[in-house]
């Protein structure tokens, strides 16, 4: 039996295991920087795998590294785990987090046979907060060479894209007032975040499709017969390359701007969590992966524009990467739809999990014999 037999054997036999955490992590979401029991239980899993873990990798409380090998080429399994708020786990991460540990198992007795030092990064905060744009911050990629997860969806593709995501929150600081008595005593800070919507929207004709704007009030007073004088708002700004995001967030940020000059209101403008940059796949990795993906018998890939955001987008401008996506059946339900989360948990997603942690460790041990 050669070694590829045998990581495929191996990573078919740990199904049972994997399904296991899967169905564990997807009964108890939890959501950006408070999973405390996915990040254990996934890396408890690996611990008895014979992996080396550090918790609270990065000075994340719920990220952790893991690595087992002493080989000279390093890659590493990427696992999310958070789950959205309301929705529980309608984006999968529970797939990716069980699909990411079982390559590693798979590959970990053949590591130092095939030159690798194989690492799991625990990966907290995908949907909101930039997780893993925070721990290339703090060194935790430093030193791989390659990085990898796939990630559940309602297609199937290899040469996944996304785009490039900048938020921006928005407070309006205005003066209160009685509305009938003496509004002209008021800064009216509702009248500035309407204003700002307003350019905001006309701002979107002029814009070219790869460039988008979205964004919600979420407060602009509590009473008719009170002039408010507090607002915010939470925007965000998405670009299909990242070099896009700058000249785009500072027309929406004039656009801010305008609107408190015009209602003589104060305007505070906050980023709160790091810039998603736009994913840039690895061509020959994808090749290694797609190669195993048609062996496999997996559904032929489709081409699609990008669609969503990942901050391992951040990763893929500095370490070569993959992130397919794997069809798990979901019946015409996409991530962020509460059939989704059900789909996630469902026979169809067990086996596309177990599927996905044989063409991880594959692609990790084909990458290591080309080089």
């Not at 408070?34 to 008895?48: F, P, Q, S």
Request: hydrophobic share 50%; aromatic share 6%.
């Amino acid at each position: 039996m050669n070694v590829r037999d045998a990581i495929r054997r191996r990573a078919e036999a740990l199904a049972p295991e994997l399904v296991a955490l899967s169905h564990r992590i997807h009964a108890h979401p939890e959501t950006a920087f408070e999973e405390h029991r996915a990040a254990a239980w996934t890396a408890g899993l690996l611990e008895a795998g014979g992996f080396d873990v550090t918790a609270g990798a990065g000075g994340l409380p719920t990220a952790f590294s893991a690595s087992r090998g002493t080989g000279p080429l390093t890659v590493a399994f990427c696992a999310e785990y958070d789950a959205l708020p309301g929705l529980g786990h309608a984006c999968g991460h529970n797939v990716i987090a069980a699909a990411s540990t079982g390559a590693a198992l798979a590959l970990a007795p053949f590591a130092d046979e095939l030159g690798l030092t194989v690492k799991v990064v625990g990966t907290p905060a995908e949907e909101r907060g930039g997780g893993k744009a925070l721990l290339l911050e703090a060194g935790v990629f430093d030193g791989v060479d390659a990085a990898m997860m796939v990630h559940p969806g309602p297609f199937e593709t290899v040469r996944f894209r996304s785009f490039a995501l900048g938020t921006l929150d928005a407070e309006y600081t205005g003066r209160a007032a009685h509305a009938t008595l003496a509004p002209h005593e008021g800064r009216n800070a509702a009248d500035a975040v309407t204003l700002a919507q307003v350019a905001i929207g006309l701002l979107r004709q002029q814009l070219p499709r790869d460039l988008r704007v979205h964004g919600v009030v979420t407060s602009a007073g509590e009473a008719p017969n009170v002039i408010p004088a507090r607002s915010t708002a939470s925007y965000e700004i998405r670009a299909a390359a990242a070099r896009d995001l700058v000249e785009l967030r500072a027309r929406v940020e004039s656009c801010f701007r305008g609107a408190a000059t015009a209602t003589g209101c104060e305007l505070r403008l906050t980023r709160p969590e790091p810039d998603y940059l736009d994913f840039r796949d690895d061509a020959a990795l994808a090749g290694l992966y797609a190669a195993n993906a048609a062996a496999l018998g997996r559904p032929a890939p489709v081409e699609r524009e990008p669609f969503a955001v990942t901050d391992m987008g951040n990763v893929s401008h500095v370490v070569p990467a993959v992130h397919p996506m794997l069809d798990i059946g979901a019946g015409g339900a996409a991530p962020h739809e509460p059939a989704f989360a059900a789909a996630a948990a469902a026979p169809a997603a067990d086996h596309a999990l177990a599927q996905a942690a044989v063409l991880l460790a594959l692609t990790a041990a084909d990458l290591a014999l080309t080089r």
